[in-house]
């Protein structure tokens, strides 16, 4: 999820940088570029939502990591993608 979300905020930016450098016509920012980035916003927004609940949700185990209480909210993240890829590893022997 963490990685979906990178790629929806990266592919965000880039929109958006083309856009402020003219790179589409009038129209189709008009009709294409603008509601995808409004797509994308909301698709932000619900992946936000949802990593939010699963950092409230595994707070405890995130706490014992060093350095996590200075940590924003996107260090969670990662934090939380990185224990969960762990976790699920089949051929790690540290689960």
Do not use: C, W
Not at 54 to 62: A, M, Q, S, W, Y
Request: glycine letters at 4%.
């Amino acid at each position: 999820m963490y990685n979906l979300y990178l790629k929806t905020k990266k592919e965000k930016q880039t929109l958006k940088l083309l856009k402020e450098n003219d790179r589409f016509t009038p129209l189709e920012v008009k009709k294409y570029i603008e509601p995808y980035i409004i797509i994308l916003n909301r698709n932000q927004d619900g992946l936000v939502e949802r990593l939010d609940e699963l950092v409230e949700l595994h707070d405890d185990t995130l706490s014992k990591i060093k350095g996590m209480s200075s940590m924003n909210m996107e260090g969670k993240y990662a934090a939380l993608s990185k224990m969960y890829k762990k976790a699920t590893d089949v051929n790690n022997p540290n689960k």
